[in-house]
């Protein structure tokens, strides 16, 4: 069992080794010298720090307006016909209708106030884009003409940048909100294994001696395939760079909190990036023996596509 895992953290240093070998920026060795090109220096990894901190940032805003949408639309599928708005929304509504907001040369009337108020509110909803906008004024048109000031209620959903539990729907079914967002994990789950499968270095059609020098270790083949596993599962920036911060936006709103969300976040990436580890070394065995390496290059084309 002992010399298992010592083969079996060889070779998964040596593909963490190649895959640095191949990412030029990340390397530190000053002394090797290069004959056709320089050697990019400090600038070259600080861009590659911040296409990773912008790839991250990128998903963690758009994630959180994913969840704030689902909340949203959750929090108005509780109470059918109503309309819920922020706070400063009410209170501006209760002036117009009060008469204690002042009028002035283009709003002269109450009906041109009122739809100011609507338009300002449908701008400030994080989930909603150019399109979505109408859409929500006419609602809340119709709400007002159907049940006046009593049909619009303050909404408990937090409209923030930055992921909060303000921005999670706790409703009587929470269906409501995980049966949305598990439809979007699993567009990025599909998406993210069929590019651990594709994504990597290696064309599925061109085999080399890698395998064959693998087999001369005096191991059992389950050993060799757990390494190739492993190897394929933690060398997956892309991957971990897209999972984990979606996973913990989901687990951070939900009420986990940043901590315990970032290790949840990182238990699911790890189970994700399991599996297309496994379909990966699925597809290398697997595919080379049953389909012609042109039908294996269409396959991995057509993955690839989807991804």
């Not at 909100?177 to 567009?187: K, Q």
């Not at 996973?247 to 939900?254: D, G, Q, R």
Request: charged share 20%.
């Amino acid at each position: 069992m002992s010399e298992t895992w010592r083969v079996v953290k060889l070779i998964g240093a040596l593909e963490a080794r190649r895959w640095w070998n191949r990412t030029p920026l990340l390397r530190r060795d000053k002394t090797a010298q290069r004959g056709a090109t320089q050697r990019k220096g400090a600038p070259a990894k600080l861009l590659l720090v911040a296409v990773s901190f912008v790839l991250c940032s990128n998903v963690l805003n758009s994630a959180t307006r994913i969840v704030y949408g689902v909340a949203c639309a959750a929090e108005r599928a509780s109470a059918p016909g109503e309309a819920f708005i922020a706070r400063e929304g009410l209170v501006w509504l209760d002036e117009i209708l009060a008469g204690e907001r002042p009028t002035g040369i283009v709003l002269s009337t109450k009906e041109q106030q009122l739809d100011e108020l609507f338009e300002f509110t449908a701008r400030n909803e994080l989930a909603l884009d150019r399109d979505d906008r109408g859409a929500r004024v006419a609602e809340l048109r119709r709400v007002f003409a159907a049940r006046g000031r009593s049909g619009f209620h303050e909404t408990r959903i937090a409209a923030e940048l930055w992921p909060s539990s303000t921005q999670w729907f706790a409703g009587a079914d929470p269906l409501t909100m995980l049966a949305p967002l598990a439809i979007v994990a699993l567009v990025l789950a599909v998406s993210v294994l069929c590019f651990t499968v594709v994504g990597s270095d290696r064309d599925l059609a061109r085999s080399d001696a890698t395998f064959e020098w693998w087999f001369t270790f005096p191991v059992p083949t389950r050993a060799l395939l757990l390494a190739r596993i492993l190897g394929a599962t933690l060398v997956n920036p892309f991957a971990w760079l897209l999972l984990t911060p979606f996973f913990l936006v989901l687990f951070w709103c939900a009420g986990h909190g940043p901590y315990l969300g970032l290790l949840l976040a990182l238990a699911a990436a790890l189970y994700l990036t399991l599996w297309g580890g496994c379909l990966r070394v699925v597809a290398e065995l697997g595919l080379r023996r049953y389909l012609s390496p042109r039908r294996v290059s269409q396959v991995q084309a057509g993955l690839e596509v989807l991804s």
